[in-house]
């Protein structure tokens, strides 16, 4: 007769089996979850290179031509036996900043160029800002969505501006994060893995990540200076706004319309 140690040994590992594979299955696999940049409608949406010309802001995320179209990032998040893994909270796929730079006091796992705090830029009141969070948490499918200027309540990769969600700088490569796993981007949903990296171009670029108070998340002339005399010169991918291969009056144009701009200016809220 089996002993009721073994049978309690038995039991044990039918519940391990039983256990283990759905704790594996709520695993992001990175060799499979990815990040790709659209704009547009969520049903028929643009992604690459044209997408990415709408990833362009200011520290105030004002006017129409900032942030245009819903730009976001899709977030697919699968397991490594390819299925979706849905219910993921949103607070936990991020876009994640350091806050400031080290200068700053500033360390972490997410980037140290953006400038995203109030502690030393007070007079604009900028928010602190550590996770740029998805607008609502996977679906079925394991997609979820970032969409830079804001979530729209119940409406997923839609933009609403958000007067929280305000920063400065400029990085060519911020982490994507899904519950602590770092995933890599693709520049259309079919391209290879890595062929994008999340970014956003900044009109403030320039400045605001030493100790100094009050200089960073701030359009003025340190900005728009470098993409005068990029004008006709050798090619400045930051300061290609538009995305269209060349930096040029359009741009110039652009960032002189968006001068003195900061959190709180023109818009205060």
């Given at each position: 007769?089996?002993?009721?140690?073994?049978?309690?040994?038995?039991?044990?590992?039918?519940?391990?089996?039983?256990?283990?594979?759905?704790?594996?299955?709520?695993?992001?696999?990175?060799?499979?979850?990815?990040?790709?940049?659209?704009?547009?409608?969520?049903?028929?949406?643009?992604?690459?290179?044209?997408?990415?010309?709408?990833?362009?802001?200011?520290?105030?995320?004002?006017?129409?031509?900032?942030?245009?179209?819903?730009?976001?990032?899709?977030?697919?998040?699968?397991?490594?036996?390819?299925s979706p893994i849905a219910g993921i909270p949103a607070s936990d796929?991020?876009?994640?900043?350091?806050?400031?730079?080290?200068?700053?006091?500033?360390?972490?796992?997410?980037?140290?160029?953006?400038?995203?705090?109030?502690?030393?830029?007070?007079?604009?009141?900028?928010?602190?800002?550590?996770?740029?969070?998805?607008?609502?948490?996977?679906?079925?499918?394991?997609?979820?969505?970032?969409?830079?200027?804001?979530?729209?309540?119940?409406?997923?990769?839609?933009?609403?501006?958000?007067?929280?969600?305000?920063?400065?700088?400029?990085?060519?490569?911020?982490?994507?994060?899904?519950?602590?796993?770092?995933?890599?981007?693709?520049?259309?949903?079919?391209?290879?893995?890595?062929?994008?990296?999340?970014?956003?171009?900044?009109?403030?670029?320039?400045?605001?990540?030493?100790?100094?108070?009050?200089?960073?998340?701030?359009?003025?002339?340190?900005?728009?200076?470098?993409?005068?005399?990029?004008?006709?010169?050798?090619?400045?991918?930051?300061?290609?706004?538009?995305?269209?291969?060349?930096?040029?009056?359009?741009?110039?144009?652009?960032?002189?319309?968006?001068?003195?701009?900061?959190?709180?200016?023109?818009?205060?809220n």
């Amino acid at each position: 007769m089996m002993s009721k140690v073994a049978k309690l040994g038995i039991a044990m590992a039918v519940l391990a089996v039983l256990i283990v594979p759905a704790a594996y299955a709520g695993v992001p696999d990175v060799t499979q979850s990815f990040y790709v940049p659209q704009r547009g409608s969520v049903a028929t949406p643009t992604e690459g290179a044209v997408a990415i010309a709408s990833a362009r802001r200011c520290p105030n995320d004002d006017g129409t031509q900032v942030l245009a179209l819903s730009s976001r990032l899709k977030v697919v998040v699968k397991a490594s036996d390819g299925s979706p893994i849905a219910g993921i909270p949103a607070s936990d796929i991020c876009v994640l900043f350091n806050g400031g730079t080290p200068a700053q006091g500033f360390s972490g796992v997410g980037d140290d160029s953006i400038i995203a705090n109030f502690q030393f830029n007070q007079l604009s009141s900028c928010p602190d800002i550590r996770c740029v969070q998805a607008d609502a948490p996977t679906d079925a499918a394991g997609v979820a969505y970032i969409t830079w200027i804001g979530a729209t309540a119940g409406s997923p990769g839609v933009g609403t501006r958000d007067p929280f969600r305000k920063w400065g700088g400029y990085a060519g490569s911020i982490p994507v994060m899904v519950l602590g796993f770092q995933l890599q981007g693709k520049l259309t949903s079919g391209s290879a893995l890595g062929s994008y990296t999340a970014h956003v171009k900044s009109l403030d670029f320039v400045g605001g990540r030493t100790a100094a108070a009050n200089q960073g998340e701030l359009v003025n002339s340190l900005d728009i200076a470098p993409v005068q005399a990029a004008v006709g010169h050798p090619y400045q991918y930051q300061m290609d706004f538009d995305n269209n291969g060349i930096v040029n009056s359009i741009d110039l144009s652009f960032i002189k319309a968006h001068n003195n701009h900061k959190c709180n200016f023109p818009t205060v809220n």
